[in-house]
């Protein structure tokens, strides 16, 4: 199964791998269909990204192989290194590969105000380096990482649930056959092993379970089960009881004070306390 889902990656390179070099070959002898394609492919979500990480990738490979690069240490697409070290800026290759990948960003920045914004005063050299920072490491991954991810996992009960609460509603309108009587109601029953997992590890009445470190042990769990809302809920139930260990320990301390303490020094550690609860709620 996980080769199957690291195969997904490669195939969907691939695929982007060869829209692109349609679209290039078709640049030149028609830029306005090869535009039309390149609009085409930014429209398909699940085959941008890895068209993106193709391109650097052809880029990266272009300019390591090109005579004028730069030494180490310079930046290939803006510097040529000379002898003794002097570095003298020279103008970029704007090639077919360039323009491609200049018009997909294009598509790409002006579903996002942001981007267009950032890069509205740019000079072209400027914006072909954050555009190729932006889909290079660290901040995306490159061809190899890509080509070894694993894009899919399996599908929880949950995700089946929904799939089959979209598909039904599809061919039929479940609040109108509630409302003229036809259906009653409609729930999903219960998965007794996956219930029985659950009160084995987490929402069983044994003391061990009661009194467990309330961790995040169990919410991925939870939330595969129930679904994000109620596992959001617990989630935030266990950090808020973590949260109030600290302040519940020294309550006990500020309580049973007058037990081992004068009242001077009772009433300064009290004092300390609140001062600390102030601090503990502000941040």
């Not at 056959?177 to 998965?191: A, E, R, Y």
């Not at 809920?233 to 109030?244: E, G, P, V």
Request: charge should be negative.
């Amino acid at each position: 199964r996980k080769e199957e889902f690291r195969r997904a990656s490669k195939v969907r390179l691939d695929s982007a791998a060869h829209q692109l070099d349609s679209i290039i070959q078709m640049w030149e002898k028609n830029a306005a269909e090869a535009k039309r394609e390149t609009r085409r492919l930014m429209r398909l979500e699940d085959v941008r990204a890895a068209a993106f990480v193709v391109m650097v990738h052809w880029l990266n490979n272009s300019e390591r192989h090109d005579d004028t690069a730069p030494e180490a240490g310079c930046y290939p697409a803006m510097y040529t290194c000379t002898g003794g070290g002097n570095i003298r800026q020279r103008p970029k290759k704007m090639g077919v590969h360039h323009q491609v990948f200049a018009e997909m960003n294009e598509i790409y920045e002006k579903s996002n105000p942001d981007l267009v914004i950032e890069m509205a005063d740019l000079t072209e050299e400027q914006k072909f380096e954050r555009r190729e920072a932006r889909w290079s490491p660290p901040r995306f991954p490159d061809y190899r990482t890509y080509a070894e991810a694993e894009l899919y996992d399996d599908f929880t009960e949950l995700d089946v649930l929904r799939l089959m609460k979209r598909r039904m509603a599809q061919f039929f309108d479940i609040s109108a056959l509630q409302k003229h009587g036809i259906v009653d109601t409609m729930f999903p029953p219960h998965i007794h092993r996956e219930v029985a997992k659950l009160g084995e590890k987490w929402a069983s009445l044994h003391p061990k379970h009661i009194f467990q470190w309330p961790g995040t042990a169990h919410k991925d769990m939870v939330r595969d089960y129930f679904g994000e809302e109620v596992g959001f809920f617990f989630d935030w139930l266990s950090y808020q009881t973590r949260s109030l260990l600290w302040p519940a320990a020294l309550s006990i301390l500020s309580l049973t004070a007058p037990l081992y303490l004068n009242e001077e020094r009772t009433t300064l550690l009290r004092d300390g306390f609140s001062v600390m609860m102030v601090g503990w709620v502000a941040f």
